[in-house]
């Protein structure tokens, strides 16, 4: 048997999880790159100079900033931000963002990565633990489908077999919420009574 990529072992842990497993991947990459950041690039010249000219992190990924112990890297890094744009606003200007967030950069690089392998792997054990979990939620899907010159039959069969019987399910929901209604809803199975949840999950492209 052909020896497994490193991503494969990464995707069958992910589909073990609720949720798009891309998804799964990359928040736990993001955070990974974030807390190796802090322990290892922070004197990186290189990595200060695109932190600056992308002025910090994005609002989301400096938001994780406060989760590190690494409080004396935060505070480095913040004090060279700080002292970048305060001359500016002292001017009653605002300094220009040059350089992409880090690690949204880090996080599109993964993407990119995990959706171009699934879409060229034709291995059965991959096809089955995939297909067992959520899948994609729709923002991967519509990456997969816009990035790749053919999605697989067997990924985009299985997709939009989820996206219908999902579309199927939160038009019950509405429909068996209406007053008089009251017995057919109760009839829902439990997943179907939180339906909204799922769908809510499956567009928002959740990485929280």
């Known amino acids: 048997m052909a020896e497994k990529h490193i991503n494969w072992f990464a995707l069958e842990k992910a589909c073990a999880k609720p949720g798009c497993p891309v998804c799964t991947?990359?928040?736990d990459?993001?955070?990974r790159y974030i807390d190796n950041m802090?322990?290892?690039h922070v004197s990186d010249r290189?990595?200060?100079e695109r932190y600056r000219n992308a002025l910090g992190f994005c609002p989301d990924h400096a938001r994780s900033l406060e989760s590190y112990r690494d409080g004396l890297a935060v505070a480095?890094?913040?004090e060279d931000i700080l002292a970048h744009v305060l001359p500016d606003l002292k001017r009653g200007k605002a300094t220009k963002v040059r350089d992409e967030c880090p690690a949204c950069a880090e996080t599109a690089?993964?993407?990119r990565e995990f959706l171009g392998?699934?879409?060229e792997s034709e291995d059965q054990a991959l096809k089955d633990f995939f297909t067992a979990s959520e899948g994609l939620c729709v923002p991967h899907y519509r990456a997969l489908v816009t990035s790749?010159?053919?999605v697989p039959l067997w990924l985009r069969d299985f997709h939009e077999r989820r996206f219908e019987e999902l579309l199927r399910r939160t038009r019950n929901f509405i429909e068996f919420s209406a007053w008089g209604r009251q017995d057919d809803f109760a009839a829902l199975s439990p997943e179907d009574k939180v339906v909204w949840k799922e769908i809510a999950r499956s567009l928002r492209g959740a990485a929280d």
Request: charged share 35%; aromatic share 12%; no cysteine.
């Open 76 to 78: 480095i890094l913040g």
């Open 148 to 150: 790749v010159k053919k």
């Open 46 to 48: 290189g990595f200060r």
């Open 29 to 31: 990459r993001s955070a």
């Open 109 to 111: 690089r993964v993407e």
């Open 117 to 119: 392998f699934l879409a």
């Open 38 to 40: 802090l322990f290892e």
């Open 25 to 27: 991947i990359v928040r």
